[in-house]
């Protein structure tokens, strides 16, 4: 809540007088948000997500800038009587996604991480370990030397930020993806001043730094492997997700419209998906000769020769993969970027082997967060893959993942003084200027 997100929220557990925790839903609950000691109109979108079990996701959007808001869980059940307010802090100004502030009224990196209370990040520890130092000039030539050159097969960008404004220069026949980098980058810069900084952004599925290859090179992708060094950020399809999808998100909502208890799931196993590695097409056929255990199918063929294969299968709503007790998550070419909201749901995920990660996998613990299957731990799973969702994949997380990635990558170039933007194309801001976005104190907050 302390912090400028997209979308503001918090999580909820109700509790009987005596202190215990509830189990099931309350009757009539609802998110109350009023403006308090405030000079401006406040327009905001709350919204309340019951998980089903006794706990609740409160959100809430902010349409324009404002001092202090208070936020209140209210039910008339009066056996039940919540009334617990929820307040944001005073020095902090409470300002919407499309703000556009000066410079001088944004925190910087190194602060926005103290105020946010990011954890440190393994995955990336790991990942820039492999790179004390950092010579950028070295590692762009050598980029364009052996990816620039094959327009078809690979697709990079060079970003440079530089007095919190962004810039790239793209290689490649096709990089549309890099629209997806652009608006997480002026989301980042709206919120936080970040250092000058520039970087290689792989916007293929493919890691490319392969050092078994003579490739050794601090790229930044969205999946890395066992068998690369590529430096690991989360998804597009994450981000995408936390920007487009301010008023739904599927980390939050993949069973909130419809608990469905576990007595009542389809026991079964379901996994739909694309023809990308041969396992989902083993799956499929195991899918016809045990129906009753096995609900599996290919949406499309591209890879395979559809011929020799079983027919393909209609895909399926996120929410309906909640009605079966089992999801199976298997890699496509690379990691199944579904993963985080199978996570977030209530359904047992079942995980293949894989030599792909994400920025997350690295604290996931298998027979803790997923399974290879074992049947005297399926509600333990189920809650602490729900809770893990809670703790690392949530808006938060993603932010100070980046923030994090920016602090600690930037201060391994060695040239970080001499960074030139000549020929490169500026993206521009497209938010509001007429927020008001108050000014900085001493610790780094707004007032």
Not at 134 to 152: A, K, T
Not at 236 to 257: A, I, M, Q
Not at 284 to 299: E, Y
Request: hydrophobic residues 35%.
């Amino acid at each position: 809540l302390q912090v400028n997100l997209p979308i503001r929220y918090f999580f909820a557990q109700l509790q009987s007088e005596e202190g215990q925790n509830l189990t099931e839903a309350v009757p009539n609950l609802r998110l109350n948000v009023e403006k308090e000691q405030s000079s401006t109109f406040a327009s905001v979108h709350p919204t309340l997500v019951n998980r089903g079990d006794g706990s609740y996701i409160a959100r809430v959007r902010i349409f324009n800038s404002c001092e202090r808001l208070s936020i209140s869980l209210i039910t008339q059940v009066l056996s039940f009587l919540i009334q617990a307010a929820f307040y944001f802090i005073s020095t902090t100004r409470l300002l919407q996604e499309e703000c556009l502030c000066p410079p001088s009224s944004l925190p910087s990196t190194t602060d926005w991480i103290e105020q946010a209370k990011c954890d440190t990040e393994p995955q990336l520890e790991r990942d820039l370990s492999k790179f004390d130092r950092i010579d950028f000039s070295s590692v762009l030539n050598e980029v364009v030397e052996r990816f620039g050159q094959h327009s078809r097969s690979y697709s990079t960008c060079h970003y440079a930020i530089k007095g919190n404004k962004i810039y790239r220069n793209c290689f490649g026949e096709y990089v549309g993806f890099a629209s997806f980098a652009d608006d997480i980058l002026l989301s980042i810069t709206r919120k936080m001043l970040l250092p000058d900084t520039q970087f290689i952004m792989n916007l293929g599925d493919y890691p490319l730094s392969h050092e078994s290859r003579g490739v050794k090179l601090p790229i930044i992708s969205w999946c890395g492997s066992t068998e690369t060094l590529d430096i690991v950020v989360p998804t597009y399809s994450l981000t995408n997700t936390l920007l487009r999808g301010e008023l739904f998100s599927p980390l939050h909502d993949p069973f909130s419209s419809h608990p469905i208890p576990w007595s009542e799931k389809k026991d079964t196993a379901i996994f739909r998906g694309r023809d990308s590695n041969q396992l989902r097409l083993d799956l499929a056929r195991l899918s016809l000769d045990a129906p009753d255990l096995l609900d599996a199918g290919i949406t499309r063929y591209f890879f395979f020769d559809k011929e020799k294969y079983p027919k393909t299968k209609p895909s399926v709503a996120m929410a309906d993969f909640f009605k079966h007790r089992f999801i199976i998550s298997v890699d496509g070419t690379v990691a199944a970027y579904r993963l985080p909201y199978l996570l977030a749901g209530d359904s047992l995920v079942l995980k293949s082997d894989s030599k792909h990660y994400e920025h997350f996998y690295s604290r996931l613990v298998p027979y803790n967060h997923f399974v290879p299957f074992d049947k005297n731990n399926v509600v333990e799973t189920i809650s602490n893959m729900k809770q893990f969702a809670i703790d690392y994949l949530q808006p938060h997380n993603i932010y100070c993942y980046y923030a994090r990635f920016f602090e600690a990558y930037s201060n391994r170039l060695v040239d970080q003084e001499e960074i030139s933007i000549d020929g490169m194309e500026e993206i521009p801001q497209s938010g509001r200027r007429d927020c008001d976005c108050g000014r900085i104190s001493r610790v780094g907050k707004l007032e």
